[in-house]
């Protein structure tokens, strides 16, 4: 499949390059060229063999940019969406959240998972870093409707085992070019010791960086202590489990020690502005992650805490909350707050081809209206998106060169209604049962 897309404004997100008009030629899933408008001409049979074109997309002058990358989710949980809301952390996942996933079968976890991605495109969301029960199901819901996912496991004392892990991470890393796999857990406080040894036995044997809830509430860090004496960062680096990097999420009450933590190891903090603020977890110290140089990319959290998969609505809440929490406006500049939606998620979840858009780089891209109010005047395009952006500027969601979401249409197998339909049984089957 080749595809032109021209007469477009381009951001790559590459450092010291700003917004340029020109096009981009697309073969198969790989960005073969990124064009400037303004150039010597190319010579047919010279520059570059005659090419048939299976598309060619006139842009409108809108902006072409790398899809978002959302670093932290948990996409079946689409079935909870507003039904355990306005209450604290505890009693949402021991009273109303975990009662409800033990009926949930490998099916259902399918059908869920489709639904959340319908949401992901109409957000410019190309891949996603995915936690949750019955990872296999997530990751056929993936290939099926085109989206890329990273999986990671959830194991804890209820639910997997190490071995369990251990033979997803070889079967998802050597499949399909759409998925891959990192190593990972719940959190400190659903694991016991042992099971902890086994995760940094496998992080060793593959030199691999492993992935958890981290420093999420006080309660968290608080308990923690209490059992071990130490902080969950340092708990945890004590075990081994972060000495080939990795990175937690939320992250919200961390000490200096923490901090500490993750530059030794390189690691990655994974924010998640909206579900810390309707959990009333907290607001993370972003702005002296940044300054420390700790990489910060952002998630969602999942549709049963957030409720939307809305990473503008993210993006706008990292900047704002940090500009509360230092009582500084300028703290946090929203050139770099773009840049964490989508260099730094790809770079957290090991996606080293779709950071930036450029030639050899992973078709995955989105195109943005820039003829809607609230993106005009344009007096700074990634501001812009920051600050006035939404999820109805999305135009286009490209997945590895395949087009899934163009002007409201979806093109993911099945129809939006009939993704719908499915749900809606599987809910009112949980529900009644």
Known sequence: MNIRLYNARILTMVRGRNVFRGEIWIKNDRIVS??????????????????????????????LMPGFKNAHTHSAMTFLRSFADDVELKIWLEEKV????AKLSWDDIYHLCRLAVLEYLTSGI???????????????????????CVLTSGLNRFT??????????????????????CLGFHSEYTCSKELLQGVAGLAHKFRAPVYTHLAETEKEVRECLDRYG???????????????????????HMTREDMEVFGRHKMHVVTNPASNLKLASGIAPIAEYRHRGIPVAIGTDGPASNNCLDMFREMFLVSGLS??????ASSLDAEEVLRMATVEGARAMGLADADILAP??????????????NMQPV???????????????????????????????????????????????????????
């Open 360 to 373: 050899g780089k992973l078709a995955d891209l989105i195109l943005i209206d820039l003829h809607q109010p």
């Open 160 to 181: 997997s085992s190490v071995e369990q892990q251990e033979a997803e991470y070889l079967k998802w890393n050597s499949r399909s070019p759409l998925v891959s796999y």
């Open 126 to 148: 190309t891949s996603v870093f995915d936690m949750y029960l019955m990872p296999d199901a997530a990751a056929e819901a993936c290939m099926d409707t085109g989206m890329r």
């Open 323 to 328: 500009k509360v929490r230092e009582k500084n």
């Open 98 to 101: 975990f009662p409800m996933e």
């Open 379 to 433: 007096h700074n395009i990634p501001k812009n998106l920051v600050y006035s952006g939404s999820k109805s500027n999305v135009r286009m969601t490209m997945v590895g060169g395949r087009i899934l979401y163009r002007n409201g249409e979806f093109n993911v197998g099945e129809s939006a209604e009939g993704i719908y339909a499915k749900c809606d049984r599987i809910v009112n089957r949980i529900l009644n049962t």
């Open 230 to 252: 130490m902080t969950p960062a340092v708990f945890l680096e004590s075990m081994g489990v972060f000495d080939f990097g990795g990175g937690g999420y939320h992250c919200v």
């Open 34 to 63: 990124v064009r400037e408008s303004g150039g010597p001409p190319l010579k047919p049979g010279q520059d570059y063999p005659k090419i048939h074109w299976d598309i060619e997309m006139d842009c409108g002058d809108n902006l």
